[in-house]
């Protein structure tokens, strides 16, 4: 076997791992993108713990057909970068505010979370869910909500037999 072949081999594999190890798979479109606008929206990417990377239609076709995925064969085509993400909606919302930001320049083609294929709708829908860190800020403000009501009730009782 060639050199090039091994190569390829390997990266499709590469590719099957970041795939498995990922809670969300994004493929994205992307032309137009002058170096300044391309190198801003990967350090967003960095920012967030979000690996984004380009890779040959053929080779990313090879590592979902190794996982028994068909679904993204009509997705793989034309310039494509696909975003690897340890949670479900980070990569979305990164990619819709880049979507407004670089108007008809990148826009997300379709998707893998958590073992399966999401559209583009779906995608959208994701970037819309808070993440996780901002729910549990939320669920927090919540319960102290309740325990500061609480405790201005206990002392209001407490005040008034006092008198």
């Not at 993108?33 to 979000?50: I, W, Y």
């Amino acid at each position: 076997m060639s050199a090039n072949i091994e190569a390829k081999k390997q990266v499709v594999e590469e590719i099957s791992e970041k795939i498995k190890a990922s809670k969300s798979v994004v493929l994205v479109h992307y032309a137009g993108l002058s170096v300044a606008e391309d190198t801003a929206l990967r350090h967003e990417f960095r920012k967030q713990d979000v690996e984004y990377k380009v890779y040959k239609n053929t080779l990313v076709r090879k590592a979902f057909d190794s996982l028994n995925v068909k679904d993204f064969d009509g997705d793989l085509n034309g310039p494509t970068a696909v975003a690897f993400a340890k949670d479900e909606t980070t990569a979305c919302k990164i990619l819709v505010d880049a979507a407004k930001k670089y108007t008809d320049k990148i826009s997300m083609k379709s998707g893998y979370v958590d073992g399966a294929y999401v559209d583009v709708k779906g995608l959208s829908a994701l970037a819309a869910i808070p993440s996780k860190t901002e729910l549990y800020s939320m669920l927090a403000g919540t319960l102290s909500g309740f325990v500061r009501g609480l405790a201005v009730a206990l002392k209001a009782v407490a005040d008034k037999k006092a008198e």
